[in-house]
């Protein structure tokens, strides 16, 4: 009994050790002032869009949530549609980012009348490049990234409430503009 206890143990602590060492080291977390990582993501039409194409452009809103069609997710996604017109005359843009595929990304978007672009992550690279992947998952963690017109990250926002997310960045982008003036 005493031996298969052991080779128990052992077998345990040598998984233990193999997933430590398979997960991959994690990259630095991003910080405010840093620019943000470039992606190119299909969006939920089909589309190919480049954050780098935003440059010059406007500020960027990017909120990375965790599954299209959860309670909370459909809560923030509303509630961006809602303030779009707020947000953009503050001449920025929004785009959520889930793990989702591009077809439940365009249901999502088509059920609840959404007015801005969502991105599939669908291998989560760019959730990880942005250090909101979840770990042992692919899904992505609920935050919000403010990118300036020049991509450089002005707010990262690691506690957001999917209700108040939408009202949260207009009022933020209003401070950081003014700021930037």
Request: hydrophobic letters at 45%.
């Amino acid at each position: 009994m005493q031996k298969t206890a052991f080779k128990f143990k052992l077998i345990l602590c040598m998984l233990l050790a193999g997933l430590t060492l398979a997960t991959p080291p994690k990259a630095d977390a991003l910080q405010v002032g840093q620019s943000a990582p470039l992606f190119q993501l299909q969006a939920h039409d089909g589309d190919s869009i480049s954050l780098a194409a935003r440059q010059g452009k406007g500020w960027t809103v990017l909120y990375f949530y965790p599954k299209a069609g959860t309670p909370g997710c459909t809560a923030q996604a509303c509630a961006f549609r809602d303030a779009i017109e707020l947000i953009r005359k503050q001449n920025a843009e929004v785009y959520g980012i889930s793990t989702d595929a591009v077809k439940d990304l365009l249901a999502f978007h088509q059920q609840h009348k959404l007015t801005f672009t969502l991105l599939a992550d669908e291998d989560a690279k760019i959730s990880e490049a942005y250090g909101v992947k979840m770990p042992f998952l692919n899904m992505a963690k609920r935050w919000t990234f403010i990118v300036d017109p020049n991509l450089t990250i002005r707010r990262i926002d690691d506690d957001v409430d999917p209700a108040l997310d939408a009202k949260r960045v207009a009022e933020m982008l209003k401070q950081l503009q003014a700021a930037a003036n």
